[in-house]
């Protein structure tokens, strides 16, 4: 096993609810398509943080479509609720638009759309406060049109950019980007597992962490997530709180399978 290999068994793995919001409120899609409604984003925070999730990320997920900036009213009622990282984007376009969102409250700036569009977001924002608190968030579909087969899409999965997932994700961690998200169009909300191939495709392509985001169901898909990649989060949302789903988990229930089959994960405080 490789230095990064070892390093990365031993590493805590994240569980996150990630929050795409509409007005406010908590909705859940399938392949970024037919949200329903959820909760309030800030009861639903309260619900996630006493339950002992590790991060929540909050996504405007209408911002960058409607060209209009970041929910801030949403993001401080969300986190006067939570004592753990928080993560923030969707209308971010300015290092103004970073700050206010940092003083609302988040600890991290997740930058997507505004990102392709004009990439040097990134490094003006790691610049200004740290990479560690700049997350490029990509979302991604296999398209076939690119050398990787995966596209880059932005605006809600809405616009094709022609962009290669692969190099974006390495650009974006040569810009500053301290963290990277990759999104599975293909396996958003489908609850059949994460895109195992992504993620190991970009693994060899950065250095920074990584958070797999789309398919999450089962336990096994989280095991089988942390076991075959170097993944150091995972997206569980709807296997916490989907309308969709078979059945909800609990954190606790995760968190104890996680660790009976060897996986390092935040121990559940009782």
């Known amino acids: 096993m490789s230095s990064k290999g070892i390093l990365n068994k031993m590493l805590t793995k994240r569980l996150i609810a990630c929050f795409d919001i509409i007005n406010g409120r908590v909705t859940k899609a399938v392949k970024f ?61 300015t290092l103004d638009d970073m700050y206010e969102a940092l003083k609302a409250g ?30 490029l968030s990509t979302q991604v579909k296999r398209t076939g049109k690119t050398p990787s087969a995966y596209e880059v899409f932005i605006d809600g999965a809405r616009l094709a950019t022609g962009l290669d997932a692969i190099e974006w994700i390495r650009r974006g961690q040569d ?38 985001s789309g398919g999450a169901g089962k336990p096994e898909h989280l095991k089988n997530l942390f076991i075959d990649t170097q993944a150091q989060g995972a997206i569980i949302s709807s296997m916490l709180y989907s309308p969709r789903a078979e059945r909800n988990y609990s954190v ?19």
């Open 33 to 93: 398509q037919g949200n329903i409604d959820v909760a309030s984003a800030d009861e639903l925070a309260g619900l996630m943080y006493d339950s002992q999730i590790d991060e929540i990320i909050f996504y405007d997920i209408t911002a960058s479509s409607d060209k209009r900036g970041i929910d801030i009213d949403a993001v401080k009622k969300t986190a006067r609720r939570i004592f753990i990282p928080f993560t923030v984007g969707g209308g971010i376009k």
């Open 106 to 135: 988040a600890e991290k700036i997740s930058v997507d759309s505004m990102a392709v569009r004009n990439p040097k977001i990134i490094t003006e924002g790691a610049k200004a406060f740290g990479s560690q608190c700049i997350v």
């Open 175 to 212: 810009l500053g980007a301290g963290e990277i998200c990759v999104n599975s169009i293909d396996c958003d909300g489908t609850m059949t597992g994460y895109d195992i191939e992504l993620m190991k495709l970009s693994e060899k392509a950065v250095m920074v962490p990584l958070i797999a």
């Open 252 to 270: 606790r229930e995760l968190k104890a399978y996680l660790e009976q089959n060897g996986i390092n994960v935040r121990p559940f405080e009782e």
